[in-house]
């Protein structure tokens, strides 16, 4: 039986920004709903509706100012069963929190803008995923003597069912 734990903290990431948007003259309101679609409350979020300068769709400023966060805790158990066969369980809960959200640049394809503050942004990860589970067996079949020693000595068989939530 193995439990760990992992921090992790990543800093200058690529993030950018729209430097062709104006301020924001407009909020659009969302309503959120529960399970059962019922209203729980609203949300507000600028609405952009002018550019600074016609000629261009969107003026990119690409910096390395986005930073994040990844802690998990993980857990494992190992045991080895009779005639070859071993069994294996792993599970992790885990939390990525960043402040790229639409500022982040993957690769070189922008994804969204931003008013340029990104500290605005910070919250969970795109990339977050809470909970894996994952069951593994292998089977190493040993025959002592005969025709089939040569055929299924040093074969592994092995499977896994994994569980992502």
């Known amino acids: 039986l193995t439990v760990g734990y992992t921090r992790s903290q990543g800093y200058k990431l690529w993030t950018m920004n729209d430097q062709n948007l104006t301020p924001s003259t407009k909020n659009e309101t969302y309503t959120i709903d529960n399970a059962s679609g019922q209203s729980v409350g609203t949300w507000v979020t600028p609405y952009y509706t002018a550019k600074e300068d016609g000629n261009y769709s969107h003026i ?51 994804q969204g803008s931003t008013d340029g503050n990104i500290l605005n942004d910070k919250g969970r990860s795109a990339l977050d995923q809470r909970q894996r589970g994952v069951i593994r067996w292998t089977w190493a079949p040993k025959v002592d003597a005969g025709p089939m020693a040569g055929l299924v000595n040093g074969w592994i068989f092995s499977g896994d069912r994994k569980s992502v939530v």
């Open 60 to 110: 990119y400023n690409v910096q390395n100012n986005g930073s994040i966060w990844y802690n998990a805790i993980t857990g494992q158990y190992r045991i080895q069963l009779a005639h070859g066969l071993g069994v294996s369980a792993a599970y992790t809960w885990s939390h990525t929190i960043d402040n790229l959200g639409p500022a982040s640049a993957v690769g070189f394809a922008m």
